[in-house]
């Protein structure tokens, strides 16, 4: 008993791989390609300015950051402009053995620099995100800037609203 069967499509089962094909679609549509980050009336924009900390700077750099350059992280895009640079010297931390304490002392030729960063920010739960970014105190940034190229962490984050 040898029976050979046959396949055969008609018009349900037709009927059936258009309606999981509509359904695979839909799914994909709603969770996969609407998160591009595209803009939807639920998303809350907010100008927001930030300060990253850049230590152990050499002093020739002092100005080098101006006012008005953009800036760029190393692993992300455009993540701001620059609004405000400030520069002091750098400070170490060091034991004096004379007055048997720790002392701060600069460190000559060594500058610290603090930028200040102001950019359009998507409001989350959990971070303000500037192109897929998340800008959080603590957090490192590898800047690009035109003259210079420095690891830093913010320190000081605010929105202006």
């Known amino acids: 008993m040898n ?31 609407n998160s591009d980050g595209s ?10 300015q930030y300060v990253v900390e850049v230590g152990n700077l050499d ?8 006012a008005g350059q953009s800036v760029q992280d190393a692993i992300e895009k455009v993540i701001g402009t620059v609004v405000g640079v400030q520069s002091e010297p750098y400070k170490k931390n ?9 002392v701060v002392s600069d460190v000559e ?13 998507v409001d989350t739960e959990s971070a ?3 192109n897929n970014c998340q800008i959080l105190v603590g957090k490192q940034f590898s800047l690009i ?14 929105d202006n609203q």
Do not use: H, W
Not at 9 to 32: G, K, R
Not at 59 to 66: I, T
């Open 109 to 121: 030729g060594k500058i610290t620099m603090k930028i200040t960063i102001e950019a359009e920010a």
């Open 128 to 130: 303000y995100l500037v």
């Open 94 to 102: 060091n034991f004096s053995y004379d007055e048997n304490k720790e």
């Open 145 to 158: 800037l035109p003259e210079m190229y420095a690891v830093g962490y913010c320190i000081d984050l605010s």
């Open 59 to 66: 002093e020739r750099f002092a100005q080098s950051v101006k």
């Open 3 to 33: 029976k050979n069967r046959k396949l055969r499509f008609n018009a349900i089962d037709v009927l059936i791989l258009l309606l999981i094909a509509a359904v695979i679609y839909v799914v994909l549509n709603v969770f996969v390609l």
């Open 39 to 48: 803009q939807n009336s639920s998303v809350n924009y907010k100008t927001i």
